[in-house]
């Protein structure tokens, strides 16, 4: 049978009309699908709840791609990594740490005013372990001290400026510690710093307290919740790797100590001021240090000065100051979102209270129309969910008995320059009792308190503080 030629175009357009389409429908589909599940991945996280119970098996890590000999590795000091002994201090359970995290955080508020002006304008590695101090579950380094050196662990506080160590001899008292107490005498490079000296009129912006004199500097100073150092500021060579060796650092030698502080040796302040040690070791760091706190008790963490550590891009916020207060680093939040979707939260309730960073706080506090919106966006993911009484401070709470993972929306707070903290999963959810789960964020009492991005929520990230350059970034991904 004959063809008619057009009917045989006609047929062979048609076929190829139908794969056309047909293919085209499968890449559509296809390309709906895979952006189905970015979103999906970008407004929740799948949480195994054997992920935020601790593990007795250290897992060691290697942070970034710039390693060096003073790169060390550390642990969480209640963890199966951590080089402290534990029978020298009473581990605290999650509720004492809440109630003394609380304690800190009363104690910051009385320090910052309400009203805040904004800042117009080679590396080291010393290990971070998440340690008690002041109270609450902050983080100790390994430095040396003297000459020859003596190895000291002490807390690292990004609100304190003045470094101390207990030292011998303790003429009124001296907490138990985990090290030889240091002895000034043994060390060839220690001297006091005069009282009539700039050093000593110096001392008051970090300590808060009017300096006492008998021929020597004397210093003292008080923390929230009751812990106290007083003991004679002195020079000594401090020493954070084999090459990064500083002679006459300033540090308080303390021989009348008292507080919790756990069985670390003293304290090394990372504030602003002059005494700092950013401050102190300017000429070689240039103001410039980050650390990455781990997710698990049983990972690893580091502290760098110098340099970035982590491989990963790093968005960077303005740095800002309160002139009442420069010692603290102030950021400036935008708005938060929660599964993806941001709260639509005023300006103004994060211009009002204002926003510090702190290593040394757990909990993230946020202004009370900030923490509303927060908490009722999540409470409205978590529906499938049996809600659970308030835990302390945590008042979003569930019980999760019989689950193994958990459905749990994303948190990301925004702030100025367009930088996004796209929180850790591990920073969002924080187990309060065997079957009890929390939402790890608090909200203030006023609206006029400062807000405090806590430790919880810095997690995993290489937190870059870029003193120097007025910013501060997060790099995901550092530690886990």
Not at 109 to 119: E, F, Q, R, T, V
Not at 231 to 241: A, E, I, K, P, V
Not at 254 to 283: I, K, P, W, Y
Request: aromatic content about 10%.
């Amino acid at each position: 049978m004959a063809i008619n030629h057009s009917s045989f175009l006609f047929l062979l357009l048609s076929i190829f009309l139908h794969f056309f389409l047909f293919g085209c429908s499968e890449k559509i589909e296809a390309y709906k699908f895979g952006e189905l599940t970015a979103n999906l991945q970008h407004q929740s996280h799948v949480v195994s709840l054997k992920s935020l119970m601790p593990s007795g098996v250290c897992s060691t890590q290697t942070q970034g791609s710039k390693t060096s000999s003073g790169l060390l590795q550390v642990a969480h000091k209640n963890g199966p990594c951590s080089s402290l002994k534990k029978g020298n201090t009473k581990v605290p359970n999650f509720r004492q740490i809440l109630i003394d995290d609380q304690t800190r955080v009363k104690s910051i508020h009385s320090k910052i005013s309400n009203h805040k002006d904004p800042l117009a304008d080679s590396a080291v590695k010393i290990p971070a372990t998440s340690g008690q101090s002041l109270g609450t579950g902050n983080y100790v380094v390994n430095i040396g001290i003297g000459s020859p050196k003596q190895q000291n662990t002490v807390v690292f506080d990004t609100g304190s400026d003045l470094t101390w160590i207990q030292c011998q001899p303790c003429v009124v008292q001296c907490y138990s510690q985990q090290d030889p107490i240091f002895n000034p005498s043994s060390s060839t490079t220690y001297s006091n710093i005069s009282c009539n000296s700039v050093a000593c009129s110096q001392l008051q912006s970090a300590t808060g307290n009017t300096q006492s004199c008998r021929n020597t500097c004397i210093y003292l100073i008080q923390y929230g919740d009751g812990s106290y150092s007083q003991g004679y500021f002195g020079t000594d060579t401090l020493t954070l790797s084999s090459s990064d060796v500083f002679p006459k650092f300033q540090f308080g030698c303390g021989e009348n100590n008292q507080g919790l502080f756990g069985s670390a040796d003293g304290l090394l302040g990372l504030g602003r001021d002059q005494v700092s040690v950013v401050s102190q070791t300017s000429r070689k760091y240039g103001k410039l240090f980050s650390y990455c706190l781990p997710a698990s008790t049983s990972s690893t963490g580091f502290l760098a000065f110098g340099s970035q550590v982590g491989t990963s891009s790093t968005q960077y916020t303005s740095l800002m100051t309160d002139s009442n207060n420069p010692s603290f680093y102030f950021l400036t939040i935008t708005g938060i979102s929660v599964g993806g979707k941001n709260l639509g939260i005023p300006q103004s309730v994060f211009t009002t209270s204002g926003t510090i960073i702190d290593s040394g706080t757990v909990i993230t506090r946020l202004a009370p129309a900030a923490y509303s919106a927060l908490s009722s966006a999540f409470r409205r993911a978590m529906t499938k969910y049996r809600t659970a009484p308030a835990y302390s401070i945590l008042d979003t709470c569930y019980n999760l008995n019989g689950y193994s993972t958990v459905t749990i929306p994303t948190i990301a707070i925004h702030f100025t320059g367009g930088t996004d903290l796209n929180v850790d999963q591990s920073g969002i959810l924080v187990q309060a009792s065997s079957t009890q789960y929390c939402l790890a964020f608090a909200g203030n009492n006023a609206s006029t308190d400062v807000e405090i991005l806590g430790n919880m929520q810095q997690q995993t990230f290489e937190v870059v503080y870029n003193v120097a350059s007025g910013k501060v970034g997060f790099g995901a991904g550092a530690c886990k």
